[in-house]
């Protein structure tokens, strides 16, 4: 069966230090990999999306990037967070095979000052 | 760009009762799924519409898509404390989205006994 994990749960940054979170996938290959942030109480918004190893698309302009140094693993970074970063970032993959429902992560919640 | 608007935002049920959330969209959708988040965790997912008309039953859920295509609706009959949590929907605005979801904004459920 399909896992996806992500690390770490919970972290505190403050202002201007950089960031890199980790999502990696197990029991499938080749899938679509997606971050979101989550404000509180809000909606998901999705900020990076990648179809394969080394392919990134930004959805929103933002002072985050994402990479894809492997097949089933996702990376969001910052080189300096600022105080609007803080929220809970989830990971989410889809497989190419059943091209419906999004699987996510358990997320890392975020807290910059 | 395409939005998603869901209501009500917050919805405060007494157990037992009966009630409906909202998803509309101005631009045709091609498929609408929908998702369940609990308190602290991530989001879930229930179920995906695809055709016109569409109606889909799990338990005490009754999904619909509505013919247009634009909108879609939850309702949740004889309410209990296990349905607390926050209910998206997300729409794949085109089949060539790369699974690229749009989300609402959720409705807020909380439920007293």
């Known amino acids: 069966s399909q896992t996806i994990h992500q690390w770490p749960a919970t972290l505190v940054q403050p202002v201007g230090s950089p960031l890199s979170l980790e999502c990696t996938v197990e029991?499938?290959?080749?899938?679509?990999l997606y971050w979101y942030r989550q404000a509180a109480g809000r909606g998901l918004q999705l900020l990076f999306y990648?179809?394969?190893?080394?392919?990134i698309s930004s959805e929103v302009p933002q002072n985050l990037s994402a990479s894809r140094p492997q097949d089933r693993q996702f990376i969001l970074s910052s080189k300096k967070l600022l105080l609007s970063d803080s929220g809970f970032y989830l990971c989410?993959?889809?497989?190419?095979?059943?091209?419906?429902?999004?699987?996510f992560g358990p997320g890392t919640r975020l807290t910059v000052l | 760009g395409q939005q998603v608007m869901q209501i009500p935002q917050y919805q405060h049920v007494q157990e037992g009762e009966d009630f409906t959330t909202y998803c509309n969209s101005s631009?045709?959708?091609?498929?609408i799924q929908w998702y369940k988040q609990r308190p602290g965790g991530h989001p879930v997912f229930l179920i995906q519409?695809?055709?016109?008309?569409e109606v889909k039953k799990q338990k005490r859920l009754t999904f619909q898509f509505g013919e247009a295509k634009k909108n879609s609706s939850l309702h949740i009959t004889a309410t209990q404390t296990t349905d607390v949590g926050t209910y998206f929907c997300?729409?794949?605005?085109?089949?060539?989205?790369?699974?690229?979801?749009?989300f609402g904004a959720g409705t807020q459920v909380v439920v007293t006994p």
């Open positions: 989410a993959w889809i497989s190419r095979e059943r091209y419906n429902e999004q699987f």
């Open positions: 029991g499938t290959s080749n899938p679509n």
């Open positions: 990648s179809v394969g190893i080394g392919q």
């Open positions: 631009t045709t959708l091609s498929n």
């Open positions: 519409l695809v055709k016109s008309g």
């Open positions: 997300a729409a794949e605005r085109t089949t060539d989205s790369w699974g690229k979801l749009q």
